[in-house]
C-alpha cells in the first residue's frame, strides 16, 4: 500500500512538475508574442495599447481594432498557445507527432461527424450560458460578483466592435482572427497537449478530458460562460479522443466560432427570428435533446473509429 501511494504521489508530483515547464512557456513566448505584436502595432499604426482605455473604443477606430486583431493573432494564439503546443513536447522528450496526433490520417466522415456534433449542441451549450448567468454568489460576496458582472459586460461589449464587420473583407478577417486562429492555436494546445499529457501519464480519458476542459474554460476568463465553455471543452477533448486527429475538434472549434461571427455580420438580417434574438432561450427539453444528440454522434464517431482500427488490423 506504501508502495503504491509512493508511486502515486511521485506521479503526480512529475505530471505538476511538467505542467509548470509548460506553464512557463505559456508565460514565456505569451510575453514574446505580447512584445512583438506591440512594436508591429506602434510601427503599422502608431498606437501604444498600453494607453488605450478599452471601454471606450467605439466602431469608428478602425485602427485601434485592426491593432487589437493583430495583437490577438500574435500575442494571445500563435505567441500563447501554438508555440508552447510545439515546443512542449521535444522539451519532455516526447515525438510532437504521437502526442497532437496531427499525422494521423484524416477521414472526411470524421470531420462532418466532429461538425455536425457542434451544431446540434448549440441549443444545450446556450441553455448552459442561460443557468450560467443566473448564478449568484453569496450576499456577503456582493461586490465582487457586481464587479465579475461588470468587466465581463465590458469585454463582451468590446467583442462585439472586435467582430464588427461592414464588408465582406473585414469579414473574412474577423472570421481568420477570430475563429481560424484560435481554433488552431487552441487545440493544438489543450486537446493536443495538456489533454493528450494528462491521457499519458494517469491512464485515464475521463481525467484527461475533464482537465483540459476545466483549464481551456478557465483560460478565456468569464466566470459567468465557465459552465458552457467547460462543456465545449469536454466535447472537443472527446471529438479529438474519438477521432484519433486533431484536425476533427479543429474544425469544430472553427465551426463553432465562425457562426458566432456571421451572427453578428448578419444580425438585421436575422433578427425577425425568434431564435436569433438576444433574450432568446432554449427550453430544458430541447437543451436535453441538444445534448444527447450530441453524445450520440460522439458516440457513433466512436465506435466508427474501432471499425476503422479493426480494419486495418485484419489486414
Not at 137 to 160: F, G, H, N, V
Not at 187 to 206: A, H, K, M, P, S
Not at 270 to 296: N, P, R
Request: glycine share 6%.
Amino acid at each position: 500500500m506504501e508502495g503504491r501511494m509512493h508511486q502515486s504521489g511521485a506521479q503526480f508530483l512529475g505530471y505538476f512538475g511538467k505542467i509548470l515547464i509548460l506553464t512557463g512557456m505559456v508565460l514565456v513566448f505569451g510575453s514574446l508574442g505580447v512584445l512583438l505584436s506591440n512594436g508591429l502595432v506602434q510601427l503599422f499604426w502608431g498606437i501604444d495599447l498600453s494607453s488605450i482605455n478599452f471601454n471606450e473604443i467605439k466602431e469608428s477606430d478602425v485602427q485601434i481594432i485592426a491593432a487589437l486583431k493583430l495583437y490577438q493573432t500574435i500575442g494571445g494564439g500563435i505567441g500563447m498557445f501554438l508555440v508552447p503546443a510545439l515546443v512542449f513536447p521535444g522539451a519532455i522528450k516526447y515525438q510532437i507527432s504521437s502526442m497532437i496526433l496531427y499525422r494521423t490520417k484524416l477521414q472526411p466522415n470524421f470531420v462532418a461527424l466532429g461538425i455536425l456534433s457542434i451544431l446540434v449542441a448549440i441549443p444545450a451549450i446556450s441553455w448552459m450560458y442561460a443557468l450560467n448567468q443566473q448564478m449568484h454568489l453569496p450576499a456577503s460576496m456582493y461586490a465582487l460578483e457586481t464587479s465579475i458582472r461588470i468587466m465581463e459586460q465590458q469585454a463582451e461589449a468590446l467583442t462585439k466592435l472586435f467582430v464588427f464587420a461592414d464588408s465582406v473583407p473585414v469579414l473574412l478577417l474577423n472570421i481568420f482572427v477570430v475563429a481560424l486562429v484560435p481554433a488552431v492555436c487552441e487545440e493544438f494546445f489543450f486537446r493536443g497537449i495538456l489533454l493528450q499529457y494528462t491521457r499519458f501519464v494517469f491512464d485515464n480519458q475521463w481525467v484527461a478530458v475533464v482537465v483540459s476542459a476545466i483549464v481551456f474554460s478557465g483560460f478565456h476568463g468569464q466566470f459567468y460562460g465557465f459552465i458552457p465553455r467547460f462543456a465545449l471543452g469536454c466535447l472537443l477533448g472527446f471529438l479529438y479522443l474519438h477521432s484519433a486527429n486533431i484536425y476533427v475538434p479543429i474544425a469544430a472549434h472553427f465551426v463553432n466560432n465562425a457562426i458566432a461571427v456571421l451572427a453578428v455580420y448578419f444580425e438585421k438580417e436575422l433578427s425577425s427570428y425568434l431564435i436569433f434574438q438576444e433574450d432568446y432561450h432554449f427550453t430544458w427539453y430541447w437543451a436535453i435533446l441538444s445534448a444527447a444528440a450530441s453524445i450520440g454522434i460522439v458516440w457513433y464517431l466512436r465506435n466508427e473509429l474501432i471499425q476503422s482500427l479493426y480494419s486495418k488490423l485484419k489486414k
